[in-house]
Each structure stands twice: as structure tokens, then as C-alpha cells.
């Protein structure tokens, strides 16, 4: 019985082909660098690293202007809406925001550092203000 299946061709959609090295199926080439992780990156900051790696990968195989479009939708509904549901649009902005903010903060600089603070900070501000704390 077993002869059987591993002579049998694998059905088309089974077979996947691996995509071509350093490139997200269906996208762009990844940019030059020799990798996401944090060189010496320990506990916390390691394991976020790689569990943000996948997601990376395929936000950057996406056309690049999906995701600008929609946090840039959700952060005017944000606005638009006084009430609790303007405040649940911001709150997934407010969530990429601070995750970018995480994986990048060991290569920024201090203006940069303050700017993400300054971010952060208008955003979780509007949501709680959407979310009636004000």
C-alpha cells in the first residue's frame, strides 16, 4: 500500500515550488543585508525578532502601497468617528506603530527615537480619547 502512494505523482497543488532566493513569493527582491536579527540580540528582543521575521517578509512582498493605504484609512476613520469604533481603527495603527518602533529602535538615533515616542504617544492618546478616558 505504501508502494503505491510514493509512486503516485503529488497532486499539482501539493507541490509547491520554494521561491527563488531572497525573494518573497510574488513580490519584489528583499533588500542587500546580511539579515533582520539584531547581531547578539538576547531574551525578549530575540525572540520578537524572529517571530517578526515571517511577517516582514510578507508585508514586503506586497504591493507597496496596500499598507500605507490602509493605515492611512483606519487612521482617518479614526478621526472621523467620536466614538468607541474610531477608537478600535486606531488601535491596529497604533499596534504597527509601536511594533516598528520595537524592531527598529537599536539602529535609530535619538531624533528618531523621540519622533517614534512622539507617535506612539498621539496615537494611544486618540485612542483613548475615541474611547471616551478623556
Same mark, same amino acid.
Given at each position: 500500500?505504501?508502494?503505491?502512494?510514493?509512486?503516485? @505523482?503529488?497532486? %499539482?497543488?501539493?507541490?509547491?515550488?520554494?521561491?527563488?532566493?531572497?525573494? @518573497?513569493?510574488?513580490?519584489? @527582491?528583499? %533588500?542587500?543585508?546580511?539579515?533582520?536579527?539584531? +547581531?547578539? #540580540?538576547?531574551?525578549?528582543?530575540?525572540? &520578537?525578532?524572529?517571530?517578526?521575521?515571517? +511577517? /516582514?517578509?510578507?508585508? *514586503?512582498?506586497? +504591493?507597496?502601497?496596500?499598507? %500605507?493605504? /490602509?493605515?492611512?484609512?483606519?487612521?482617518? &476613520?479614526? *478621526?472621523?468617528? %467620536?466614538?468607541?469604533?474610531?477608537?478600535? #481603527?486606531?488601535? @491596529? &495603527?497604533?499596534? *504597527?506603530?509601536?511594533?516598528?518602533?520595537?524592531?527598529?529602535?537599536?539602529?535609530?538615533?535619538?531624533?528618531? $527615537?523621540?519622533?517614534?515616542?512622539? /507617535?506612539?504617544? *498621539?496615537?494611544?492618546? /486618540?485612542?483613548?480619547? $475615541?474611547?471616551?478616558?478623556?
Amino acid at each position: 500500500m505504501a508502494d503505491k502512494r510514493s509512486q503516485r @505523482p503529488a497532486h %499539482p497543488l501539493a507541490r509547491s515550488r520554494p521561491p527563488e532566493r531572497g525573494r @518573497p513569493r510574488g513580490g519584489r @527582491p528583499l %533588500p542587500p543585508g546580511e539579515h533582520f536579527l539584531t +547581531p547578539g #540580540a538576547t531574551g525578549l528582543r530575540r525572540t &520578537v525578532e524572529r517571530r517578526s521575521a515571517a +511577517p /516582514l517578509v510578507f508585508l *514586503f512582498g506586497l +504591493p507597496r502601497w496596500i499598507l %500605507p493605504a /490602509l493605515l492611512v484609512v483606519l487612521l482617518l &476613520v479614526g *478621526f472621523a468617528v %467620536p466614538s468607541a469604533w474610531g477608537g478600535v #481603527a486606531v488601535l @491596529p &495603527v497604533l499596534a *504597527f506603530v509601536v511594533w516598528l518602533a520595537y524592531m527598529s529602535w537599536p539602529s535609530l538615533g535619538v531624533k528618531g $527615537r523621540v519622533l517614534r515616542v512622539v /507617535l506612539v504617544t *498621539f496615537l494611544a492618546l /486618540l485612542a483613548a480619547d $475615541r474611547f471616551g478616558a478623556f
